[in-house]
């Protein structure tokens, strides 16, 4: 049965509602396989979504009145993003890069994470962006697929520099507009 998502620029009141979203899914991750190496408290926590919301970069994504997704968009890499090999060259001022792109486990194969994707790169076309780019866990298998489903490439594996929460490789993705 296909849902009726929407998507929007996060408000201030969205903050609870996005809270509960990561903690409902880092407990989903507790008891299933934890492909993301998400950690109830630790990450994504409602700072992450404070931070994306203070630079003006938080989307909410909607069915109804539940809280189905959320992510983050914005022109900052990561520091180890500059070690990838990267299928364009520009500042970052025409690159958008996606983080804490999360959905909600009742929503998991309900084309979310595909229709934030596609948020994304419309918002990215619209202010002329080349590229998006993202980083996923090595060995996150549904979400690699899910990007290379959607466009996105495979521009290196790096180390974002957390190798104390069991986390020491991610693999870099670029899709260009």
Do not use: M
């Given at each position: 049965m296909e849902q009726d998502i929407q998507i929007r620029k996060a408000a201030?009141?969205?903050l609870d509602s996005?809270?509960?979203?990561?903690?409902?899914?880092?407990?989903?991750?507790?008891?299933?396989?934890?492909y993301p190496g998400w950690q109830k408290g630790s990450y994504p926590s409602?700072?992450?979504a404070e931070k994306g919301l203070m630079a003006d970069g938080l989307y909410i994504a909607c069915i109804g009145s539940k809280t189905a997704g959320a992510m983050i968009l914005k022109h900052e890499p990561e520091?180890?993003?500059?070690?990838?090999?990267?299928?364009?060259?520009?500042?970052?001022?025409?690159?958008?890069?996606?983080?804490t792109l999360a959905v909600h486990p009742d929503f998991l194969k309900c084309g979310v994470a595909t229709e934030l994707l596609m948020f994304a790169e419309r918002a990215a076309r619209r202010?002329?962006?080349?590229?998006?780019?993202?980083?996923v866990v090595k060995?996150?298998?549904?979400?690699?697929?899910?990007?290379?489903?959607?466009g996105y490439q495979l521009a290196?594996?790096?180390?974002?520099?957390?190798?104390a929460y069991g986390l020491p490789?991610?693999?870099?993705?670029?899709k260009i507009l």
């Open positions: 201030e009141s969205d996005i809270e509960k979203l990561y903690e409902d899914i880092c407990g989903y991750l507790e008891t299933h396989k934890n409602r700072r992450d520091e180890g993003y500059k070690n990838g090999r990267w299928l364009t060259e520009d500042d970052y001022q025409h690159i958008y890069v996606i983080y202010e002329q962006c080349i590229s998006i780019r993202l980083d060995d996150n298998i549904p979400a690699e697929r899910l990007y290379q489903k959607c290196g594996t790096v180390s974002l520099g957390y190798e490789w991610f693999h870099l993705y670029e």
